[in-house]
């Protein structure tokens, strides 16, 4: 006879399998109605269980599904804004809560595309194909779950690249006034990311849809685009469209972070992916922000901002990481962008900001009239972290750039009408110039780091003294151009030392000297 003794263990398996087996959801929906709709914001009566943030799906009277978010819970009534038409809801529509927040569509699918910030497609391509879906609000990784950045980010601007290393990871702002060439900086860096393994994502607030297509175009045009997101909520969007868009890029971007190329998990065995993100610009999602926040009757607080949109930003910048190996290796790196007016970056979006991000690119517009493009302010600009992911070889030859430039800057206004000047500070006048002409690039001619050491070093060892400043850019070029052709060999030892050694830098010095007379000759004829 078969005996089966009866433990509490014997019990306790039995009942945690019959607990594995069962699959149940408990899935709460409550049903309200609109009791006030206008401004884009519904207010909504008999949703009492409606968590901050949720997706509410309103249901118009021709049975057309709108979707809003749940932003302000009072006790007898939420307030949402809507994502969808606004004109299709009416007072006395049902709204169901959805215990959801929401999501965008995420995967390979996505890329090359232009999507609107929920993910849906505007760029006539017909539908995407996504893996999965991702939330909107996703909480950043702690700590423990990353590494310091170490990789460099190059974005192959010679003036960034060299005196503002941003590294993978990294939250790098861009600020400066209108029309300072802000979004170049940004689309050039993805331009410069065309034959590298980092996957791009731009996201455009609140600016002109032709802007925005010509952003695309150019993008296409320089062979970038099919490792590209576009997320657009243009200025005629709403505000809560424009609101949304950086987070919905984010965690378009976080898909790439977190999965390997085969889909799965990243782990140890499964790299996670490398992403930059641009967000152009934060300051119009302000500004959306405050706007749905003074419709929703929200306290204003300094400049009318609602006081948590500094919360806002740091939760959106806070989700740039570099995640351990343990996590994958990926990465996203955040270029967040900030508009100032006329140069005030003491105002409240910019201070915030600022103090969110790792560093900044500072633009002015009297540099950019100057001539000087890219306008880079060198004495205000700064990379907190980028140091420590700069290549080798640029840290050998412009560790010291940034700060000898902004004493010639000093120095030059402080001479402009001194006639007798000793010798030291005539050089150092004559080298500032030719230094800050050297950093002198037009847009869409992304240089590579060997060559960028190589401008610097021909500049800091004095090759580009006796120059008229007109000559330095046609003379960077040239130089660069015979580099390519006749010493390649010299370059590519450069390339895999990442250093420079005693024997490399005799060469260049050499092969420049040699170069030179070859120019100075071409230049007299
Ligand atoms: N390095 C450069 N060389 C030459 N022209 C440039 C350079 N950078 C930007 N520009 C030009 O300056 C103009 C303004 O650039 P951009 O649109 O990038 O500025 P922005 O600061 O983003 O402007 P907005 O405030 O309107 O967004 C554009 O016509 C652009 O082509
Ligand atoms: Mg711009």
Not at 225 to 252: E, F, N, R
Not at 261 to 278: S, Y
Not at 386 to 412: C, F, I, P, T
């Amino acid at each position: 006879m078969l005996v089966t003794e009866i433990t509490a263990q014997s019990i306790d398996e039995a009942l945690r399998k019959q607990l594995d087996a069962l699959s149940m959801s408990v899935e709460s929906r409550e049903v309200g109605t609109v009791i006030q709709v206008g401004d884009g914001i519904a207010r909504v009566d008999g949703l009492r269980g409606a968590m901050a943030g949720e997706l509410l799906e309103f249901t118009g009277a021709n049975g057309k599904t709108v979707y809003g978010l749940a932003q302000n819970l009072e006790e007898d009534e939420v307030g949402a804004v809507l994502l969808g038409d606004v004109t299709a809801i009416k007072e006395n529509d049902q709204v169901r809560t959805t215990g959801r927040i929401v999501e965008v569509p995420s995967g390979k699918g996505m890329l090359g595309r232009v999507v609107n910030p929920l993910g849906q497609p505007i760029d006539g391509k017909g539908p995407i194909q996504a893996e999965g879906m991702r939330p909107v609000e996703f909480k950043a990784p702690g700590v423990h779950a990353r590494k310091p950045v170490e990789e460099p980010m190059q974005t192959g601007i010679l003036a960034v690249d060299s005196m503002i290393p941003i590294g993978r990871g990294q939250r790098e702002l861009i600020i400066g006034d209108r029309q300072t060439g802000k979004s170049a900086i940004a689309v050039d860096a993805i331009i410069n990311q065309r034959n590298e393994d980092v996957i791009c994502i731009y996201v455009a607030i609140g600016q002109k849809a032709s802007t925005v297509a010509g952003i695309v175009e150019t993008l296409e045009r320089h062979g970038a685009m099919d490792k590209t997101i576009v997320v657009a909520a243009t200025a005629s969007d709403s505000a809560p469209l424009q609101y949304i868009a950086p987070m919905a890029g984010a965690a378009m971007g976080e898909y790439f972070i977190y999965t390997g190329e085969d889909g799965k998990p990243a782990g140890p065995e499964n790299p996670g992916r490398h992403v930059l993100i641009v967000y152009d610009d934060l300051s119009k999602q302000a500004v959306a922000y405050r706007q749905m926040s003074l419709t929703l009757r929200r306290p204003p607080g300094r400049e009318a901002y609602p006081g948590d949109v500094f919360y806002l930003h740091s939760r959106l910048l806070e989700r740039a990481v570099k995640m351990s190996d343990e996590n994958g290796g990926g990465s996203m790196t955040a270029l967040p962008i900030i508009e100032t007016q006329a140069g005030d970056v003491s105002a409240y979006i910019p201070t915030n900001v600022i103090s969110i991000t790792d560093g900044q690119i500072y633009l002015q517009t009297d540099l950019f009239y100057q001539g000087q493009r890219p306008a880079v302010n060198v004495g205000i600009s700064v990379s907190r972290v980028g140091g420590s992911a700069q290549v080798k070889a640029m840290k050998q030859v412009a560790g010291s750039l940034r700060l000898d430039l902004a004493s010639y800057n000093e120095l030059q206004a402080f001479t402009q009408f001194g006639s007798d000047l000793d010798k030291a500070t005539q050089d150092q006048l004559t080298r500032g110039a030719r230094m800050t002409e050297l950093l002198k690039q037009g847009r869409y001619v992304p240089m590579s780091v060997w060559d960028q050491a190589i401008a610097i070093y021909a500049g800091s060892q004095g090759y580009l003294d006796d120059l008229p400043v007109s000559d330095v850019v046609r003379f960077r070029g040239e130089l660069l151009a015979y580099m390519h052709a006749s010493r390649q060999d010299l370059v590519d030892r450069l390339a895999a030392e990442k250093k420079w050694t005693d024997d490399i830098k005799a060469d260049m010095s050499a092969a420049i000297e040699a170069f030179k007379t070859q120019f100075s000759a071409s230049a007299t004829a």
